[in-house]
């Protein structure tokens, strides 16, 4: 069965740098998009960034464009978000999930990966 | 930007018929998603496409889509039912609407 488990997560002051993965089984990874969502504490969801199954295509929210990467090693069936210069509004659980292309919709979800951006 | 609007809250009798409504500038002409989210749970698309649902979603939900409203529909409402739902669509990024939390009375 699919399984998305994100990991990478904990506490972080601001201005500093953190890596988020998403370990990625029971598909053929390297056939699928990729997205982050993340969820703030007592808000709502939020798009954060997509990879094209290939890595070739990435896209980013304004909230995170040039601070965060979104990367993916299609050999070890991982997805990454590289986050620099973190802020306090940035705290969130971060979700990785599936997607058949870039804009589509997502059926699988993480757990996710709790970031919390304090000094 | 693109902005979707739920209401912040439905209340809905058990075994009734709960609406959530979703509104945005032209919706019609976008396909929109829906997910449920229990208390720290992640999210679970219940309704694609405007009016699809994966497989394990029962029948009783249901979407409807146009004009400036999309609505997601669940019939005989059951208390597991109650959670958070969003609405989700594509512009320039991905778009979630607020949220609307879902009561059963």
């Known amino acids: 069965q699919v399984q998305l488990v994100e990991s990478g997560g904990g506490v972080v002051q601001p201005g500093r740098s953190l890596r988020l993965s998403c370990a990625a089984s029971?598909?053929?990874?390297?056939?699928?998009?990729m997205h982050w969502v993340r969820q703030a504490p007592g808000k709502g969801l939020e798009w954060v960034a997509v990879i094209s199954f290939d890595g070739d295509n990435k896209y980013y929210a304004d909230a995170v464009e040039g601070r965060f990467t979104i990367s993916r090693d299609n050999a070890n069936n991982t997805l990454y978000l590289q986050m620099n210069s973190l802020r306090p509004e940035d705290t969130a659980m971060y979700f990785c999930?599936?997607?058949?292309?870039?804009?589509?919709?997502?059926?699988?979800w993480g757990q996710g990966t709790q970031v919390t951006v304090s000094s | 930007s693109y902005e979707l609007t739920q209401p912040l809250s439905v209340s809905v009798a058990q075994g009734q018929t709960a609406t959530i409504t979703c509104g945005g500038n032209?919706?019609?002409?976008?396909?929109v998603h829906w997910y449920r989210q229990r208390p720290g749970q992640a999210p679970v698309l219940v309704i694609y496409?405007?009016?699809n649902r994966p497989s394990g979603i029962p029948e009783r939900f249901s979407g409807s889509n146009s004009g400036t409203t999309a609505t997601l529909t669940i019939s005989r409402a059951q208390a597991a039912d109650e959670a958070d739902y969003y609405c989700?669509?594509?512009?320039?990024?991905?778009?979630f609407g607020g949220g609307t939390k879902l009561t059963v009375l």
């Open positions: 999930t599936r997607d058949i292309i870039l804009t589509g919709y997502w059926e699988y």
């Open positions: 032209n919706i019609g002409s976008k396909s």
């Open positions: 029971g598909f053929t990874f390297r056939t699928y998009a």
């Open positions: 989700q669509v594509w512009d320039s990024s991905a778009v």
């Open positions: 496409r405007d009016n």
